[in-house]
């Protein structure tokens, strides 16, 4: 796939089938799952690669002066498309800003910025009101686009306009809703080498067997979220399989309280949830054996941040079924379990496990757009979630934290875990800071707040004549390579 005999001019058109509508084409108000819908349109700060370290793009260099402040340096020859400068004190505008969009998706991400300083035209000083270790990766996300300053101080709306600085502008006039996104080149981009292909079309297809047959008939070029089970099919096609395992699927509870939902407000009973959980078996019927049920906490064999000790707990229904009882649930509850298209597989296996202990998730279908919203609305007592797990401060931070966008009935039950996550985020030796952050993943299974249900590759399928001039990488979170550096052969 990898080819360094890219067009001297960007020509073609690079298909790409992708599962999800975005919301707005407005950064802060995108889920990162929305998200790559935007990335043509956007700068992010950062980039990340294949070992999630970040790397230059709109910032060139950075530091760390101490726990609470970074120093950015920025690139002094990015115009954004509506004619705009980039500079420190964009940076300012838009990370102050982006604190104070209401229901924004990603807040955690933007909570701990107190402010930022202009030192110069391009050296930008962020300030922190805590310490932040994974800013520069969460700048690497749809939370680094760079909005153009116009568009700021004119309080553009950017449910349906794009304001950004990338490789491709956005064609409002071909838009579908749920339909379709086209992009066309832009001649005056900095980074003319990443620009290999003329237009850009998304397809939304949310069904998954969809998505795959556009793939294998030609009629796309790229396909993401493929189901992993689907994997093994692909062999001998010709077409390029692209994955990796950053994702853990998740169960998590966000009713801890009772209030929607009586039951959750028992420990025990949340705990005979856990129990119910078969790991492996959730990897067999999901995944197809895909995925990886051994691990049992949050992050990734692949990272620091991987404790083994946690791979231990099993599932046990009989003590699941006595602790129902004792909490009053001999003849168990109901719940409803909201689910997508996208999804649909994942929330059955959670409902057949529940029900074996005689707990009933009536699956609620809804639109893939509306889901994370319903959460953050405290509409969903409980619900299938997929965090990252190759940075676990991102996944404490918005899956789990009760800072976190996913704590909708404003809860303080994790106080004292909050309390040592922050006292963690200012250590300096690694191993210190792990102890503690092994801990908090033991603590949230066991408080009954996030249970793993797999390792969960992200794949996406490529069509033989897709090439690149780098290896590809899936940035934080996205579900696809970006189209930076993609083109097509024909």
């Known amino acids: ?18 599962w999800l509508e975005a919301l707005a084409m407005d950064p802060a108000r995108a889920t990162t799952h929305q998200a790559y819908l935007l990335m043509p349109a956007y700068d992010t700060l950062l980039d990340i690669d294949s070992q999630f370290q970040p790397k230059p793009r709109l910032a060139t260099a950075w530091e760390q002066t101490d726990p609470q402040t970074y ?11 509506d004619g705009s400068k980039f500079d420190a004190e964009n940076v300012k505008l838009n990370l102050e800003r982006d604190k104070t969009v209401a229901g924004a998706p990603n807040a955690n991400m933007f909570e701990p910025i107190e402010s930022v300083t202009v030192e110069s035209p391009t050296v930008a000083v962020v300030h922190t009101n805590r310490p932040y270790p994974n800013f520069l990766y969460n700048m690497s996300t749809i939370a680094g686009a760079m909005v153009s300053s116009e568009a700021i101080r004119n309080n553009a709306d950017l449910t349906r306009e794009t304001a950004g600085s990338g490789g491709w502008i956005w064609d409002k006039a071909a838009h579908q809703e749920g339909s379709k996104h086209v992009y066309h080149a832009n001649p005056n981009y900095w980074n003319k080498d990443a620009v290999r292909v003329e237009n850009i079309e998304f397809q939304i297809i949310t069904d998954d067997a969809a998505r795959l047959n556009a793939i294998q008939s030609g009629q796309i070029d790229l396909a993401t979220n493929i189901p992993p089970d689907q994997v093994p099919s692909l062999a001998g096609t010709g077409l390029n399989v692209l994955s990796d395992y950053t994702i853990t699927s998740a169960l998590e509870i966000f009713d801890r309280g009772g209030a929607k939902v009586p ?14 959980i078969d790991r492996t078996g959730y990897n067999q019927s999901v995944y197809g054996g895909q995925g990886d049920g051994t691990v049992g906490g949050f992050a990734s064999p692949a990272t620091h941040w991987y404790d083994p000790a946690l791979d231990a707990r099993t599932s046990n229904v009989d003590e699941a079924k006595k602790l129902l009882a004792d909490a009053g649930y001999a003849n168990g509850f109901g719940f409803d379990l909201p689910s997508t298209a996208a999804i649909r597989t994942r929330t059955a296996a959670i409902a057949q496990m529940l029900a074996v202990g005689g707990i009933t998730a009536n699956i609620v279908d809804m639109q893939s757009t509306e889901y994370t919203a319903a959460i953050r609305r405290g509409d969903v007592a409980a619900g299938y979630v997929s965090p990252t797990s190759v940075d676990i401060d991102q996944w404490w931070g918005r899956t789990v934290s009760n800072n976190g966008p996913f704590n909708p009935f404003k809860l303080n039950d994790l106080a004292d ?74």
């Open 1 to 18: 796939m990898v080819d360094d005999t890219a067009p001297a001019s960007p020509q073609g058109t690079l298909r790409i089938a992708h």
């Open 71 to 81: 120093r950015l340096t920025l690139r002094d020859d990015v115009t954004f498309q």
């Open 263 to 276: 039951a959750f407000g028992d420990p025990n009973v949340r705990k005979a949830v856990g129990l119910l």
């Open 417 to 490: 875990l909050e309390a040592e996550y922050t006292r963690s985020a200012s250590m300096t030796n690694p191993q210190d800071r792990k102890a503690i952050l092994d801990n908090l993943q033991q603590a949230t299974i066991d408080r009954g707040v996030l249970f793993p249900l797999s390792q969960q590759p992200r794949v996406s399928i490529a069509s033989a004549n897709l090439r690149s001039t780098e290896v590809p990488v899936f940035a934080p979170e996205d579900w696809g390579p970006r189209p930076q550096n993609l083109w097509v052969q024909k």
